[in-house]
């Protein structure tokens, strides 16, 4: 393992070295390497096969924004190897390969190239029938990248708030000139960057012939950060999306942050853009500031002969990096006919580097294998987008390209901003951008350091300012003329391979292909040909894209368009944003009791209920036995999940008597009255009871699953009405528990001397206030389940000694707890029903049965027009009561269809076997014309067979009352 | 190879044919102006060109085709809707399509995967089976299933009783089918534009000419044109281009997000919704996992995205799917969806004479976009409503004759 000696390896603790394996070989490097990194210092230059042809990919930008680098780690797909440090132990394989890295049998793929143009699979298989989808198997296999393994175990992941007064996004020299400023005008700071130091390009980069300033200023801004209390930095952190008002995601390590960042800086940086000719994919191809960051990050020698190609300042000073790490530089090309003469420039001359000016590389030479560059093909340029046939040849084993580049701007897009692309000369402009938000650095499209920091020092100040730091205003430096650069010629080579988009194997005659057949909209040229598509999100490919759709239609490039940002920004985990994934469930005050009894329960929206006590394979049994229980002697069931709602105020009346169908005006204190809420269509959506506590105050249930959404309907409807009432919503205030049974009024009695329960003294829907056990207790008489009963609601802190009192107290009696199933039954033979079981979403009250409860006296309610046409209007369809005589026959499911000469007429909506009937019965919507009692019809069962059932009157059990109102 | 890339193999050039031409200049009057370039607004062209001889007809996109709605769903495509209506309309729907490559001459890309509607509560395993039993007697496939058989249909599936929501069976409808949204809409642009219809792009409709309660004109921000008659398919804005032309819609326009993953080699070959936890999630042949869930909590026009729903949607896929943990997200946005009363779309007359409306698809259009073509082009060229549309007119919401459908939504409202 060759490494360059200090300085070089800033990264690295060449004292702890550290074993991995790539593709089952065992692979040394030291603490503080990437995947990428090691395996370069271990002379293997191949980390993947690309996604279309199979060609073998190396690094290219050396920080984690193209797609070459992604590698399989254990259990983890499309990891970036450049971006990963190594741990010992790691298991990495590269991807997309069949056969082996070194020899995959899908290169052979690149011959077939001719047969895939542009959007081939839009254009061919689907002829006949049967072919696509044996094709779409096939192309399903070759597709995608990693895998995913069926035995990924779910990832702790968990999430922490972060606020800041000022946040920098991005701590390269214009980052760190706006903390800096933004600190010292009081503001706290937060320095956010991705690497694993800050200094940005200051680490790595080289911004003067001398090679000195980026080092300086580097040491003396981290000096002046670690010395600011003020500035709290955090590295390793990815910001991976921006959402409005400056609410960022946060990614380090396992953990999501969210961010509410302040004002905002965004110093982001810019994307180095590859070049574009044949073979300009070979491992051994990389960006200028690539090679320069092996050099200086991690002391790897990216090669041992290179060429550079430039457009700009920045090639000539990845160029005396390499001859300073010992790399012999054969020559540098320069698009520019007249390079400008600056201390780069002068400083390559001195150590006798060739520069070829007004030349483009044309052609890369593979090594024997292609895994690898052999030599390049240089020509000179005749005009912008025309090169001489004659060409020179120049061997090597390294390419480092330093095209044009692009701003790292998602953020800025994010939050609305637009990047504007001067024409030709590379250089771009960004606007729009809100409030609280700056840009700073080559992000915003300023690139030499004096200007770069003074960008910082202005954003810091602003953000300051806005976060409410008042800042006196300072002189800033003046600004120095920005380099002179250009952008790169774009000229497509005969042999194709010069790729546009390295993530999706796009050449350049794609993208004019493309063009050619009319998708000339850059959105649509971006969709057909899957440009900028793949993981690295367009980094690389959409610039180039957009120069060729601008030349194709001869628009401006701005005019052309550039295409949107959308989160995240880079790469986020599944399990990051699902974190440790609460899901809020809500227990009663007697759920440990109910557990105790050996219930099964079940969710009831966001609570657990029990649905009936004892073993599931008795689950029938154990149903009925309860229901019996409350028949013939005492049932208690928690109801505590019941929606609670306290209406107050002197127009409380009014209030409900516009909510609900009922009129409630005189209603009097003391009496509880039945609720049944329509939407303005004039469909059920709730119902309950209405308590009248006193004149002004009434106390209304509502269904578990409908509580907040009646809540939500009340406030949105007084926020216009304007009455004078309050409503709160109580419903985990309270518990309660609903005895029931003829037997109940002397358990009651055991344990209340301050309520007379006499049925003279408080009868059927009355309401009283009292103490049960001493524990302060709202009485309601009311008959879900059509026996004497009484709902008692408590404070829930005293749900559970309730339940336990009146446990013991009915212990002699045989009282027994009992669950939703067997209330179900037992309002089934009631005839009652349930708000969205027998109701859907558009039953109306008279499909229901239910015109006995709207009052008819009262000018309005929520929907009174629309049931007023509905009733005018005639039924097609009527919720029914039925019954099967037929005891063989098998029992129809609820939601089995009614159908009357291969019509769909209705459909069952409850069914039961009544114990106490001992028959089958049930609720079912039928055509008005089969509502009438007696009416037989059938009901078509699983398989398909028919059922008879007759419509009978409703309800099924103690038609007069007699035993709820006892 | 295929035969039908060996042209393109031999060829010096590019063979291919010229899908869509650059933005003619308006011309002073068209038989039919359409107003919405997506995939809906492209079929009725097409089926306007190719079945009726209507062939002077615009088409008028304010960005580019297939921008909105048909390039930002999820792309599945079923018929197991909950009323007869909407079964035999999407029955309709879903034969087309499978033979939509082959009459466009353009692959869309259309894969049955099995679509599977999960329900966590007895509540939801209720809406399932009336779905199923519907569906049933209507002659499609689907059915109810339960733990067991979605344990041997999708093993990868989290059918632990441990899980938050556990899973207690599904609808399972086998013809569930995905598909490329995008090559719906250049098909059918591609064909539309070769039998001479004007796909004008980048044209913005900016107010709707009524004459004598009859549609007489309609303008642009290039200019106005007449128009004999005109429609108007542009969801996510069409309370907005319906009130032009003095149409009120019983509308609620709210955002719908999705997202999808890097592309991974395929592990997932079902369609899985849950409606109780706002799922669905496919895996696309390009190997991306698609995802979406409900829509935002309140109204607006606005496609920004929100960090609350992805981070919700992950935590649900992952209870469904644990070991999607560590696959990475891609690229996250957002549609608009024009949400009706009762979870059905509009279609037909407006009271406008001659001025047509194809709106109100809340989560549901792309799969409707063959049908809809067809049948409003015959309704455009017969001037009757046909059949088959009749029950999704306007005037059922004046005369409460809606037509149900908030069951059979796949996603949470």
Redesign the interface.
């Known amino acids: 393992m060759e490494r360059l000696g200090a300085p070089f390896g800033s990264d690295i603790d060449r004292s702890e070295s550290v074993s991995f394996r790539f593709e089952g070989a065992q692979v040394s490097g030291y603490r503080g390497d990437t995947i990428a990194s090691a395996l370069l210092a271990n002379g293997v230059t191949t980390l993947s096969r690309s996604?279309k042809y199979h060609r073998p990919r190396g690094v290219l930008s050396m920080c984690g924004q193209d797609s070459n680098t992604l590698v399989q780690i254990g259990?983890?797909?499309?990891r970036l190897a450049d971006r990963v440090a190594i741990e010992a132990g790691l298991d990495v394989t590269a991807q997309n390969y069949w056969g082996s890295l070194e020899n995959d049998r899908l290169a052979h793929l690149r011959h077939?190239s001719?047969?895939?143009?542009v959007g081939?699979?839009?254009?061919?298989?689907?002829?006949p029938?049967w072919?696509?989808?044996l094709?779409?198997k096939l192309?399903?296999?070759i597709?995608?990248?990693?895998?995913?393994?069926?035995?990924?175990?779910?990832?702790y992941?968990d999430k922490q708030y972060l606020f800041s007064d000022v946040t920098v996004i991005g701590a390269g020299p214009a980052g760190m000139a706006a903390a800096l400023r933004a600190a010292q005008a009081g503001a706290k700071v937060l320095l956010v960057d991705e690497n694993a130091e800050i200094g940005g390009a200051l680490a790595y980069a080289r911004f003067d012939g001398a090679g000195e300033l980026a080092e300086a200023t580097h040491a003396e801004l981290a000096a002046k950060i670690a010395a600011e209390d003020r500035i709290r930095v955090m590295t390793d952190t990815m910001c991976t999306?921006w959402?409005?008002d400056n609410?960022l995601?946060l990614v380090k390590g396992n953990r999501?942050y969210?961010l509410r960042a302040g004002a905002l800086v965004v110093a982001t940086g810019c994307y180095e853009q590859p070049l574009i000719f044949h073979n300009n994919d070979l491992p051994g191809i990389m960006l200028g500031s690539a090679a320069q960051r092996l050099i200086r990050l991690y002391g790897v020698k990216p090669g041992n002969r290179a060429v550079v190609a430039t457009a700009n300042r920045d090639g000539y000073g990845a160029a005396l990096d390499l001859l300073d790490a010992g790399i012999e530089v054969a020559c540098v090309v320069d698009v520019r006919a007249d390079p400008p003469e600056d201390d780069m420039s002068a400083a390559l001359m001195r150590r006798h580097v060739p520069i070829v000016a007004g030349a483009t590389l044309r052609e890369a030479v593979p090594t024997s294998g292609g895994g690898g560059v052999r030599a390049v093909k240089i020509a000179r340029l005749e005009g912008a987008e025309k090169a001489a046939r004659r060409y020179d040849s120049f061997a090597c084993d390294m390419i480092a390209m330093a095209g044009c580049y692009a701003p790292a701007a998602a953020l800025l897009h994010?939050a609305g901003g637009r990047v504007s692309l001067a024409d030709d000369s590379g250089a771009f402009s960004v606007h729009d951008l809100p409030a609280q938000l700056a840009a700073a650095g080559s992000v915003a499209g300023t690139n030499m350091l004096e200007n770069v920091l003074g960008d910082g020092v202005a954003a810091g100040r602003r953000a300051a300012d806005e976060a409410g730091f008042s800042v006196a205003a300072t002189s800033e430096p003046p600004r120095v003329a920005e380099a002179d650069a250009s952008a790169w010629p774009i000229i497509g080579h005969s042999r194709g391979k010069d790729f546009v988009d390295f993530d999706e194997d796009l050449q350049v005659?794609d993208i004019?292909?493309a063009l050619?057949?009319?998708?000339?909209?850059i959105?649509?040229l971006k969709?057909?040909t899957?440009n900028g598509m793949?993981?690295s999100?367009g980094r690389h490919a959409t610039l180039p894209a957009i120069r060729l759709a601008a030349r194709r239609t001869g628009a401006r490039l701005d005019e052309t368009g550039s295409t949107t940002s959308?989160?995240?920004i880079g790469?986020?985990?599944?399990?990051h944003?699902?974190?440790r994934?609460f899901?809020p469930?809500r227990y009663t005050a007697m759920h440990f009791r109910h557990l105790e009894r050996g219930a099964r329960m079940?969710?009831a929206g966001a609570w657990m209920r029990p649905e009936y006590y004892g073993e599931a394979r008795a689950r029938e049994e154990n149903i009925a036995a309860e229901a019996m229980n409350v028949r013939d002697n005492v049932g208690i069931i928690d109801v505590s999940t019941l929606g609670g709602l306290e209406v107050r105020g002197p127009d409380a009346g009014e209030f409900l008597n516009r909510m609900y169908t009922f009129a409630y005006l005189k209603q009097p204190v003391g009496r509880a009255r039945y609720v049944l809420m329509t939407d303005a269509?004039?469909v059920i959506v709730d119902d309950g009871v209405a308590c009248r506590l006193h004149d002004d105050h009434f106390y209304v249930t509502a269904t578990t699953s409908g509580v907040d959404g009646v809540y939500r309907t009340m406030l949105w409807y007084n926020a216009q009405w304007r009455l004078k009432v309050d409503v709160t919503h109580v419903s985990a205030s309270y518990a309660g528990a609903n005895i029931a049974g003829p037997n109940c009024r002397e358990v009651v009695q055991k344990l209340c001397d301050d309520v007379d329960l006499s049925p003279e003294a408080f009868p059927y829907m009355g309401v009283r206030r009292g103490h049960v056990a001493g524990i302060p207790a709202l009485f309601l008489r009311v008959g879900f389940v059509g026996e004497l009963g009484y709902e008692l609601h408590v404070p829930a802190s005293q749900g559970e000694a309730l339940w336990d009192a009146l446990m013991e107290a009915g212990a002699d009696a045989g009282i027994r707890p009992f669950g939703v199933e067997a209330q179900r039954l037992l309002r089934l033979e009631k005839g009652h029903i349930i708000i969205?079981?027998d109701t859907?979403?558009?039953t109306t009250p008279h499909e229901a049965d239910m015109a006995w409860a709207i009052s008819r006296k009262k000018p309005y309610y929520v929907g009174m027009r629309?049931v007023s046409?509905?009733e005018a209007?005639g039924l097609t369809r009527k919720l029914v009561g039925f019954e099967i005589s037929d005891s063989d026959a098998p029992r129809p499911?609820?939601?089995?269809?009614v159908?009357r000469g291969g019509a769909?007429t209705g459909?069952v909506t409850s069914i039961t076997r009544s114990p106490t009937l001992g028959k089958v019965i049930g609720l079912a919507y039928v055509a008005p014309d089969q509502a009438e009692p007696g009416t037989e019809f059938e009901i078509?069962i699983d398989g398909g067979a028919m059922v008879r059932a007759k419509t009978v009157k409703l309800p099924f059990y103690d038609a007069d009352g007699a035993r709820q109102e006892m | 190879m295929p035969f039908g890339l060996i042209k393109y193999a031999l060829s010096s050039g590019h063979p291919a044919k010229r899908f869509l031409l650059a933005r003619p200049e308006l011309k002073p009057s068209y038989d039919v102006v359409i107003i919405g370039g997506g995939g809906h607004g492209l079929a009725t062209a097409y089926h306007l060109a190719r079945y009726h001889g209507i062939r002077n007809v615009a088409v008028f996109e304010k960005g580019y085709i297939g921008g909105g709605n048909t390039g930002r769903n999820t792309a599945i495509i079923r018929s197991n809707y909950l009323t007869p209506e909407g079964v035999a309309f999407y029955e309709e729907s879903v034969s087309l399509y499978r033979q939509l490559s082959r009459e466009l001459d353009y692959n869309i890309l259309y894969s049955e995967r099995g679509h599977f509607t999960l329900a966590h509560t007895d509540s939801a395993m209720r809406t399932s089976r009336w779905r199923a039993e519907v569906n049933k007697h209507l002659g499609v496939d689907s059915e109810l299933v339960y733990r067991d058989d979605l344990a041997r249909l999708i093993p990868e599936l989290n059918l632990s009783e441990e899980a938050a929501y556990p899973i207690l069976g599904a609808l399972y409808h086998p013809p569930g089918a995905v598909a490329r949204h995008d090559a719906v809409a250049w098909g059918y642009a591609g064909r539309a534009a070769e039998l001479g219809v004007e796909i004008h792009q980048d044209t913005t409709v900016t107010d709707i000419e009524v004459t004598d309660g009859r549609v007489s004109g309609v303008v642009t921000d290039r200019g106005r044109v007449a128009c004999g008659k005109a429609v108007q398919a542009v969801a996510g804005a069409s309370s907005e281009i319906a009130r032009m032309a003095g149409v009120k819609l019983p509308i609620r326009t709210i955002p719908l997000q999705a997202c999808v993953s890097q592309p991974h080699k395929p592990s997932l070959d079902a369609i899985i919704v849950s409606g109780s936890l706002h799922v669905y999630i496919s895996q696309s042949d390009r190997g991306e996992f698609v995802m979406g869930g409900s829509t935002d909590p309140y109204p607006r026009y606005q496609t920004s995205s929100s960090l609350d729903f992805i981070e919700g949607l992950m935590s649900h896929v992952l209870e469904l799917l644990p070991h999607l943990s560590e696959v990475q997200v891609m690229r996250q946005w957002a549609g608009m969806t024009d949400m009706t009363p009762d979870f059905a779309p509009i279609m037909g007359e407006t009271g406008v004479e001659n001025y047509y409306i194809d709106a109100g698809w809340g989560t549901w259009g792309f799969k409707a976009t063959p049908v809809c073509g067809k049948r409003m082009a015959e309704m455009l060229a017969t001037g009757r409503v046909p059949a088959l549309i009749a029950p999704f007119r306007l005037s059922r919401f004046e005369n409460f004759d809606l037509v149900g459908e908030k069951g059979a939504a796949s996603v949470g409202h």
């Not at chain 1, 259990?75 to 499309?78: A, C, E, K, T, V």
């Not at chain 1, 050619?516 to 909209?521: D, L, N």
């Open positions: 996604f259990q983890q797909p499309n077939f001719r047969f895939m143009p081939f699979y839009y254009k061919a298989f689907y002829k029938r072919a696509w989808p094709w779409a192309i399903r296999r597709a995608g990248l990693g895998t995913v393994d069926l035995n990924t175990p779910h990832g992941y999306g959402y409005a609410w995601s999501l969210k994010q005659h004019e292909n050619a057949e009319g998708y000339r909209h959105q649509l969709r057909f899957t793949g993981p999100q959308r989160p995240p790469p986020l985990t599944m399990g944003l699902a974190g994934s899901e469930v079940m969710p269509a004039g969205s079981q859907d979403g558009l629309s046409i509905q209007g499911k609820e939601c089995h269809l159908i769909i459909r078509k």
